[in-house]
């Protein structure tokens, strides 16, 4: 009986343990399904996730024994809500927890389809993104569909407009396009956490493909997003898109050709796509993290604890990426660094040695004060980095400054002199006779 | 009420993911390498071995991985042993595809075994693999006896667990029933009566006939007129819960086992048996092995001459081209691809989505094609224009005997769509300052090419623009999207429907009633004509030129022009780097000037030291007595000693020692100075005094 009590209480930390980059195995997602059966037609996506050492608990939205944390304790690092047309989770679950959920830092995935639930569009609505308020609107392209011989309705579409950023996507090009069926959402123009992943052309609108288009519609061209990826600033992110399909087997397996293309791809760019960007969404891929801040005077090595003015100074850095299995070093020429009082008074471009140390010298300015040495790194994909070590620096002291001015020769001599007058003079005044 | 529209939106949503296609296509080549990817490697256990090696075997693959000689020593084992009744099933039931080996004493010791155990068995799973695994070895040892006994025991025990509507329960102490248990109790039925040594009673088989009939009046399906048909299971606690396809398969392996040691007939519909084939192929090419294995053995039991053969008809294409003069194929396969007996496809109807009324295509049987295998109408009549239609199939049969062996449906609905390259002619574009327009500033555009125009126009004025769409067969064309898009400089855009009169487009921008609209931001503006459908082939993005827009100035109440998204690349660059600009040191002479001066300013100590030599000065006033002389020299250096202080100051110390040192000489000199001016003072006084 003891043995057993022992045995759990060392198993505590290790059940209790939640999200880290630290820990690769056993990660845990929670899977919401409408169906079981998506969990068999979208296996190939499944698969993937499982195969990079997630660990996917299935289980369908209106279960009314799921929950996403007990005791207070998150159960799951991750959340995957292949339920579009759920109207109330079971369980505790509901659009708070979920928010709460990504507010502590967990990452999620939403896939949405036609018909999508008001629960499902207000959960997208609060990462901000807004699906068309048109419940029976998909996205139509006419130049840019699909070439196929069975859907003529041109709301399959091929889609090659990815975001230019090798961190979300991975550095593999996609050749092929991504095949899409389902509704488009815009950004919010607020939002400047929010990015377009894959966008629609600029042929492509946002209608109920049935009716006639009598008005404009409210979605149209290239502002139209089809999945956007969310980085909030606790660095949890989430993945949104407007079709469930998207990750289906079929979709994965697809040949496919754009309208107006000669070339015809085996097999469409959507695992490719899908793969890369779940790397990301799950922090496989642009998790960075700093350590060993170190500043001292030119020369030496040990860090003051306050600056003169016009001393000369190095700062560095180390920065590593996460690669999903270990920490790499950070390679980049953009990385800054900032002397800031109130305002930058030097901004510079720290140099890199390609093994993850950053590092540059400047001078310190000529005014003193309270100082921070300031690095906020934010790039395109990339966990932001937001660095700051504050110093005081001091002017000279009395005795610092310079003694010898040739400049001021002119007034030491006249004075000088003007004593050794005084000398003689008294010297004469008082025994001259 | 909410629950059940709920799972239906559901089930809706799952057809639409699974099925895009409207008509589910046969059995293909997708299947087979599928499962060739599936089936991959070694299975964990006997019943996944026993799937992978019945998929292989529906499908006839030829490459399959070749896994008998160690999946037979498994096998042999499994028999050999007491080994659990799942187990022994399903080893049998690899035994029966790969036929091992296997001793005959064996299948007597297993069957004896077995025999014992059916009538302790309490469970209808229990019964159902002791019941299975018994026909298994009958078919396998032809010569082992394993007939029952007391069939007609075993018969009354499995159908005492029948509910009254169709379904059955797992045990008799479980009040719960399920259509799954319906499927396994079917099978096990069947096997009683194949193993019955004497005839079962016949009036017991028919009320298991209409239980099946019963059975198939709880079917659901998806839809309205789909005619998708499938066997759900209500949620129940307790058991694992079984998808759809499970319990539908499981239905299916119930009823056609059944139906195939009776001998009556069992009058399931035609439409709910090609509903169901329907059903499993809508699934298209499942992820899970589980899942396969239920699709293809269902799909070929369906095939197995028990029940009605379901029929498919469907098309290679739904989309046709008018401008490559595409032919109308179909093809009418069995569920598992292969071909349909002697018929007719005959094209019932066909009518455009817009007038269901009018029918354009009337009564007319396709031809049959023998070497693909197609039923091909190879020319669309001349009224078949661009535009979307639905045509009605039927499927006759040659040889009317064999209607009631074949499940073909009624009237088959396929929506068609008929594309075309569509002409665009026509386009003028002017601008207006009245209404009736002057025709100086109208230009004609080519939509075809890649010419643009530059116009201008201010807010009293407007703009016209028109153009006509022609259909192949040279009827109007209305595309669903005409959108003319009007792009300000500051990347904000204003969309226009344009409507049609008629053949001709025409779209009339007043710009005065559009000034608020356009935020009054004057400039250039960039326009592009947007034209598609889903049955023009020649669907175009064109930029049509551009418009100087001189707009009035903005009142102060005007709505300001909303936020733009941001371009996320800029936002997230590197910043310019700043450098901080240190304070000039101050101007200097340069060194030579400043020594020049000094030498400057010591020339008037030498003059003085000149002029002193000239006046002649003497020393003849110093004390002579030793004491006032003593004085003297102190007192001269202490002074001497204060101004070299003074230069010590200059050359390296600080202020505080200058005047600590300062402050004792300064006492001694008081003392010294005021002895020796005393002194002199008294010798003066004396020289006067005398």
């Not at chain 1, 500043?295 to 003051?304: A, F, I, L, R, S």
């Not at chain 1, 093994?355 to 990339?382: I, M």
């Not at chain 2, 049609?500 to 005065?512: A, H, P, Q, R, S």
Request: glycine fraction near 6%; charge should be neutral; hydrophobic fraction near 40%.
């Amino acid at each position: 009986m003891a043995k057993l009590i022992f045995v759990f209480l060392t198993l505590i930390p290790i059940l209790c343990n939640s999200f880290t980059p630290e820990k690769t195995s056993d990660r845990r997602i929670l899977v919401l399904l409408d169906d079981f059966a998506v969990k068999s037609s979208h296996s190939l996506f499944f698969k993937s996730l499982q195969s990079r050492g997630f660990d996917l608990d299935f289980k369908l939205a209106d279960d009314p024994k799921i929950a996403l944390q007990r005791y207070g304790q998150y159960l799951y690092d991750a959340l995957v809500l292949f339920s579009p047309t759920i109207e109330r989770f079971g369980g505790s679950i509901d659009a708070a927890a979920i928010l709460d959920f990504v507010d502590s830092g967990h990452d999620l995935i939403v896939a949405a389809d036609n018909n999508a639930s008001d629960l499902i569009r207000e959960i997208a609505t609060e990462c901000g993104v807004d699906f068309d308020e048109d419940t029976s609107a998909v996205v139509v392209d006419h130049s840019g569909y699909a070439v196929s011989a069975t859907e003529g309705d041109h709301t399959l579409i091929a889609s090659d407009d990815f975001i230019k950023s090798d961190v979300i996507l991975g550095s593999k090009k996609i050749e092929a396009p991504v095949l899409f069926q389902g509704i488009g959402h815009s950004l919010n123009p607020s939002n400047s956490l929010v990015l377009k992943v894959l966008s629609a052309s600029p042929t492509a609108f946002s209608a109920n493909p049935k009716s006639k288009l009598t008005s404009p519609p409210s979605l149209l061209g290239s502002s139209i997003s089809l999945v956007s990826v969310i980085q909030a600033r606790n660095n949890a992110r989430i993945l949104i898109s407007g079709s469930l399909s998207v990750f289906s087997n079929r979709f994965f397996n697809s040949g496919v050709q754009k309208a107006g293309s000669p070339t015809k791809h085996d097999k469409s760019g959507n695992e490719q796509f899908f793969t890369e960007l779940s790397k990301w969404v799950l922090h496989e891929r642009g998790h960075l993290k700093a350590v060993n801040v170190q500043h001292h005077k030119v020369g030496e090595t040990n860090e003051p604890s306050i600056y003169r003015i016009n001393d000369d100074l190095e700062y560095s850095v180390e920065i590593y990426e996460w690669s999903g299995k270990s920490w790499e070093p950070y390679v980049a020429d953009d990385v800054q660094v900032q002397f800031y009082m109130m305002s930058p008074y030097v901004l510079k471009t720290l140099s890199n040695d390609k093994k993850g140390r950053f590092f540059t010298s400047f001078k310190v300015p000529d005014v003193y004060g309270v100082f921070q040495f300031k690095v906020e790194y934010d790039r395109l994909g990339y966990t932001s980095l937001s660095l700051s070590k504050q110093i005081p620096v001091r002017p000279f002291r009395h005795n610092e400054y310079e003694r010898f001015i040739p400049a001021a020769y002119p007034y030491y001599g006249a004075a000088f002199s003007m004593m050794a007058g005084f000398f003689v003079f008294s010297a004469v005044h008082l025994y001259n006779k | 009420m909410a629950t059940i529209l709920a799972k239906f939106l559901l089930l809706l949503f799952t057809i639409s993911i699974c099925n895009a296609v409207t008509i589910p296509t046969p059995i293909s080549d997708s299947h087979r390498s599928a499962a060739l990817q599936l089936f991959h490697g070694s299975s964990s256990s006997l019943e996944e071995t026993y799937e992978a090696l019945r998929v292989f075997e529906i499908l006839a693959l030829e490459n399959k991985p070749d896994v008998s000689s160690a999946t037979c020593q498994n096998v042999v084992e499994n028999l050999g042993s007491s080994s659990s009744l799942k187990d022994l099933f399903y080893a049998l039931k690899v035994n029966g595809i790969l036929k091992c080996k296997v001793d005959r004493a064996v299948f007597q010791g297993t069957a004896s075994r077995l025999k014992a155990t059916v009538n302790d068995a309490s469970t209808l799973v229990d019964i159902y693999y002791t019941i299975g695994s018994l026909v298994l070895i009958k078919d396998q040892a032809p010569n082992v006896d394993v007939l029952l006994a007391d069939a007609d025991g075993t018969f009354h025990s499995i159908k005492a667990l029948s509910q009254s509507d169709g379904r059955w329960r797992y045990s008799s102490d479980n009040p719960e029933s399920s259509t799954y248990a319906a499927g396994l109790a079917l099978e096990a039925l069947a096997g009683v009566i194949s193993l019955a040594s004497s005839e079962i009673d016949q009036s017991r088989v028919n009320t298991v006939k209409s239980d099946i009939l019963k059975l198939f009046d709880s079917i659901q399906k998806y839809g309205t007129d789909d005619g998708t048909f499938y066997f759900d299971e209500k949620f129940g606690g307790g058991r694992e819960h079984q998808g759809s396809l499970s319990t539908t398969s499981s239905v299916v392996r119930g009823v056609t086992s059944f139906a195939a040691v009776t001998s009556g007939k069992i009058d399931l519909p035609g439409d709910k048996v090609l509903g169901l084939a329907k059903f499993f192929l809508g699934i298209g090419v499942p992820g899970s092995a589980k899942d396969f294995f239920n699709q293809v053995e269902s799909l070929a039991l369906l095939e197995s001459k028990r029940v009605p053969i379901p029929l498919v008809l469907s098309l290679p294409a739904t989309v046709y081209s008018l401008s490559k003069k595409d032919q109308l194929k179909v093809t009418v396969n069995t569920v598992l691809g292969s071909a349909a007996p002697p018929l007719t496809v005959k094209l019932v109807r066909a009518f455009h989505t817009d007038a269901k009324g009018s029918a354009v295509i009337e009564g007319k049987e396709l031809q049959y094609d023998q070497s693909s295998g197609l039923h091909v109408l190879s020319v669309f009549p001349d009224n078949v224009d661009v535009g979307t239609y639905v045509f009605v199939f039927e499927i006759v049969l040659h040889d009317s005997g064999s209607e009631n062996d074949y499940a073909i449906g009624g009237q088959i609905r396929v929506p068609i769509y008929v594309t075309g390259i569509v002409k665009v002619s026509n386009a003028e574009i002017a601008v207006l300052d009245s209404d009736l327009g002057s025709d100086e500033t109208q230009k004609t555009l080519d939509l075809a090419g890649t010419d643009v125009v530059s116009l201008s126009a201010n807010h009293l004025q407007k703009l016209r623009f028109s153009f006509q769409l022609t259909t192949p067969h040279g009827r109007a064309f209305k595309p669903r999207q005409v959108l003319l898009k009007l792009r300000h400089e500051t990347k904000y855009e204003h969309i226009f429907v344009v409507r049609n009169t008629g053949k001709k487009f025409e779209i009339i921008l007043d710009f005065l009633g559009l000034v608020d609209k356009f935020y009054y931001l004057s400039g250039r503006y960039d326009f592009e004509l947007t034209v598609g459908d889903a049955v023009m082939e020649n669907s175009f993005l064109r930029p049509l030129g551009h418009l100087e827009l001189d707009l009035p100035e903005a009142p102060e109440k005007a709505a300001r022009l909303p936020p733009l998204p941001v371009d996320p690349y800029s936002r997230y660059g590197p910043k310019a780097e700043i450098g901080h600009l240190f304070r000039a040191p101050e101007k200097r002479p340069p060194q030579n000037v400043s020594l020049a001066f000094l030498i400057l300013t010591l020339l008037p100590f030498i003059g003085f030291l000149v002029g002193l030599l000239r006046l002649g000065v003497n020393f003849k006033n110093f004390p002579s007595s030793a004491v006032p002389a003593t004085y003297a020299i102190l007192f001269q250096l202490g002074v001497a000693a204060v101004l070299l202080l003074y230069v010590l100051f200059w050359l390296k110390l600080d202020l505080f020692t200058t005047l600590k040192a300062l402050g004792f000489l300064g006492a001694f000199l008081l003392f010294v100075g005021h002895r020796i001016l005393s002194h002199l003072g008294s010798t003066s006084a004396k020289l006067k005094s005398a």
